[in-house]
């Protein structure tokens, strides 16, 4: 990961020396899988062991408060994975993403016509999987091809990020609640 929050409180003084006053980390968030340089969330409310504790990243806010210095957290909403959230069948990538797309076009966000989107493969969820979004429609659920990311918008918006990175569908409401209460519970 190339260094831990305690290394970085250890280092705010040689950092406001060389003339910088904001501190912006790659996410520290739990990373179930510890991929993909910690954007591999898992749950949005904890700090990754690798990186330290949430002890740790307070005394790194408020040393750098101290300091007149900021930090800025790297909040991932876009996708999560991790142990507990897998497809119980498969996704049709194209049928489904351009499905999203005529969902919002419509603006027709309600939870039976998200789940009705033809091509969305299902999703289940164990027990190791981060409570606040074991909701299959919190899911864009259409998969990833590689092959056929950036072929069009719908697929770079709607498809997975990659196999394991289930995309969250960010035009869901209550998703959207979902991380603003994540992004209030860091700042507070």
Not at 14 to 19: H, P, W
Not at 143 to 149: E, I, L, P, R, S
Not at 157 to 174: E, P, W
């Amino acid at each position: 990961h190339g260094g831990d929050i305690r290394g970085i409180i250890q280092r705010l003084d040689y950092i406001k020396e060389l003339g910088y006053r904001t501190i912006f980390a790659t996410s520290f968030l739990y990373n179930g899988h510890h991929e993909f340089h910690g954007y591999c969330v898992s749950n949005h409310l904890r700090v990754d062991p690798s990186f330290g504790s949430l002890e740790d990243f307070q005394e790194l806010t408020r040393e750098a408060h101290k300091r007149g210095m900021y930090v800025v957290m790297d909040l991932v909403v876009n996708h999560v994975c991790g142990p507990g959230i897998s497809y119980t069948s498969a996704p049709e990538y194209e049928t489904c993403t351009s499905g999203m797309r005529g969902l919002e076009d419509s603006g027709d966000r309600s939870v039976a016509t998200i789940l009705g989107v033809s091509g969305r493969g299902e999703i289940g969820f164990s027990g190791d999987f981060f409570p606040a979004l074991r909701r299959p429609e919190y899911f864009s659920a259409c998969g990833h091809d590689g092959a056929k990311m950036g072929n069009n918008e719908a697929n770079e918006v709607y498809g997975d990020f990659a196999t394991s990175m289930f995309d969250l569908n960010t035009g869901n409401r209550d998703v959207l609640h979902l991380i603003s209460s994540f992004a209030k519970y860091w700042i507070a």
